[in-house]
């Protein structure tokens, strides 16, 4: 039994739905980016908008729980007992170029192990959620990791494009799981990756740094799903700090984890 909810659950997922009405209605948007630390990073006046619009409803519906959102100045711990960890949008960079793959991504802790999931996407109006051991949904129908061998999978990655030192392992590495599949894909949201891991969309996903606002609630999804997901050499995952982060069903996660383990990450 969840220590949340249903009632509870119904607010955070509509709250996500309500979020990814602002998204759909933005407009001029470049006119709003700021750059962030980093390579190719940015930020927009959205960005700010919808977490602060997360951030009030959240504390109304959970007020025990801490707060952490990717567009903080200062993050706080994550601390035992309750937490939020949220991306107002993960695919800011998407959003600002109008392709339209971005997601809102919710995720509650419970002394630092997800409890309950949520990412939408507004533009396909896809709604996946898990709580932990109830398994995993989109749209309210249960999701499943796909059956496949890699072999007749898809792999979809990340470029971790904010850290330029690992943009050619993560190329090594694309190449390497696109030799052992059909093919390849990168779409700019991590948590929407990760999510269609869940649903049997893909086999795979891989993304050598992440931070914990990217992965909180996709991670709970795709282990409701029937997945796996780990740091890059098999490590546990935590979510206190970045990592990289491989999540497949667990033929596809053992093959990039074998191979990370036996070139030593190279
Ligand atoms: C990014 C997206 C992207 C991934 C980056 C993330 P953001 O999140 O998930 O797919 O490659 O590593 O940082 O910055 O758009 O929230
Ligand atoms: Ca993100
Ligand atoms: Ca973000």
């Not at 940015?42 to 990717?70: H, M, R, W």
């Not at 802790?109 to 949904?137: I, Q, S, T």
């Not at 086999?203 to 992965?215: A, G, N």
Request: hydrophobic share 40%.
């Amino acid at each position: 039994m969840s220590r949340i909810t249903e009632d509870t659950k119904k607010k955070i997922m509509d709250l996500a739905k309500d979020a990814g009405g602002i998204l759909l209605h933005a407009q001029e948007i470049e006119k709003t980016v700021e750059e962030k630390s980093g390579r190719a990073n940015f930020v927009t006046a959205y960005d700010k908008k919808v977490q602060a619009f997360l951030f009030e409803s959240l504390k109304e519906i959970l007020p025990q729980a801490v707060l952490i959102g990717e567009e903080e100045e200062t993050h706080a711990a994550l601390p035992k007992g309750l937490a939020f960890i949220v991306d107002p949008i993960d695919g800011t960079t998407n959003f600002m170029k109008g392709y339209c793959v971005s997601a809102i991504s919710i995720g509650l802790l419970e002394d630092g192990e997800p409890l309950f999931g949520v990412v939408y996407n507004p533009y396909l109006g896809e709604l996946f959620h898990a709580a932990r051991g109830e398994g995993a949904f989109c749209n309210g129908k249960p999701i499943h990791v796909s059956p496949h061998r890699l072999g007749d999978g898809i792999v979809i990655f990340g470029t971790a494009p904010y850290n330029e030192e690992l943009s050619k392992l993560s190329f090594r590495y694309a190449y390497e799981m696109f030799t052992r599949s059909l093919d390849v894909r990168r779409s700019g949201s991590s948590a929407i990756d990760v999510c269609n891991v869940a649903c049997g969309r893909a086999e795979l996903f891989f993304e050598l740094l992440l931070s914990p606002w990217d992965y909180a609630a996709s991670s709970l999804i795709l282990t409701e799903a029937g997945g796996v997901i780990t740091g890059p050499a098999g490590e546990k995952l935590i979510y206190d700090s970045k990592m990289g982060v491989i999540a497949g069903n667990a033929q596809a996660h053992k093959i990039f984890v074998d191979l990370w383990q036996e070139r030593g990450g190279a």
